[in-house]
């Protein structure tokens, strides 16, 4: 294992105090009971509301999908979105490691508006329930029981503002971080029943600096502790909060192409579109999911921004952002049906 060293990362000053601000919170809210202090949550998560009147260019409606557990997903529809005749769909899990963070909070309202607004897609940022109230596999059958609820032509045409020319046989998978983890294991799901879905296509992954852990720790781990937002402590108080009593870090969601990694050969996956940031500690996990997708035959491209923080991409004075929002507007170019 590399001894740890120092970095020389250079971040805008608006920048360095967000971040060290959300470092603040994540570290205040987690209880050494394993809980998080919702209430104070609440006070430094700053929600917004849908807004169904036009506002830049994009509007947004929540929609109920899972009334028993009162989850819902954001919708979001680019301006003038009926002159185009077909529109893909993107549906977004947002990070946060489990634990933590909303389709309602300010910052990922504001990502999933340029989604729409720029790539000119049709946006469902999903709401899934949150560790540790709710454990493993919560979070997953959330993410499946939105497909399923899209699947159904009876669904869309009970939603007052669902686009016509939405088009279900052209979905996108997409999430950062926490999401990504979500959005790859619902992938594989995906795969695994496609043939229970009767109009719903998988077109892609984007998947944006996975969350993913393991056991064994790897170098970039040691050699990046002290980085922004992310550390091995936080990452492992939200596993244990995530998993199961008695599961350790080498479990498959957690471990992804670790020693219990999920049979993925012979599975149809869709194309994935990776992020990984060099000054993100997860880097090498994330570099051996790109490894291991290529090992299973699977159509992967990697984009590394060699300078770019964990979740880089939610504050949009970093020049990486408008960076990323041009791979992922060529990706669906190139893989819409």
Not at 95 to 105: E, K, N, Q
Not at 140 to 145: E, L, M, P, Q, V
Not at 168 to 192: E, I, M, P, Q, R
């Amino acid at each position: 294992m590399a001894a740890k060293k120092t970095q020389s990362l250079t971040l805008p000053f608006k920048t360095r105090v967000q971040v060290a601000l959300l470092g603040l919170v994540i570290d205040g809210v987690r209880r050494n009971n394993g809980t998080i202090n919702r209430g104070v949550m609440k006070l430094f998560d700053r929600r917004v509301p849908a807004k169904p009147i036009s506002s830049n260019s994009v509007s947004s409606h929540d929609v109920v999908f899972d009334p028993s557990n009162n989850l819902w997903f954001r919708l979001f529809v680019p301006h003038k979105a009926d002159i185009v005749a077909s529109l893909p769909i993107i549906v977004f899990f947002h990070g946060g490691g489990f634990s933590l963070l909303s389709a309602a909070s300010s910052v990922y309202d504001a990502v999933c508006r340029r989604f729409a607004r720029e790539l000119k897609v049709v946006v469902c940022s999903v709401e899934y329930r949150l560790s540790p109230e709710q454990k493993f596999p919560s979070q997953y059958d959330d993410g499946f029981s939105v497909l399923k609820f899209l699947d159904k032509p009876h669904n869309r045409r009970d939603i007052p503002h669902w686009p016509g020319n939405a088009d279900v046989s052209t979905v996108f998978l997409a999430g950062d971080s926490a999401g990504a983890n979500l959005a790859h294991h619902l992938s594989v799901s995906y795969a695994k029943s496609s043939s229970s879905f009767s109009l719903l296509k998988l077109a892609g992954l984007i998947n944006i600096q996975p969350f993913l852990g393991g056991k064994e720790r790897v170098n970039s781990e040691v050699e990046l502790e002290g980085m922004p937002i992310v550390s091995l402590e936080r990452n492992d108080w939200m596993w244990k909060a995530f998993l199961p009593e008695g599961k350790d870090l080498d479990h498959w969601a957690v471990n992804v192409c670790g020693p219990n990694a999920l049979d993925i050969r012979g599975l149809e996956l869709p194309p994935v579109l990776l992020f990984v940031g060099g000054f993100d500690p997860m880097k090498d996990r994330q570099k051996k999911y790109y490894e291991w997708l290529r090992r299973n035959d699977k159509d992967v491209k990697l984009v590394e921004y060699s300078d770019a923080i964990h979740a880089f991409y939610i504050f949009p004075q970093l020049p990486h952002a408008n960076l990323l929002m041009a791979e992922i507007k060529d990706f669906i170019n190139k893989h819409k049906f």
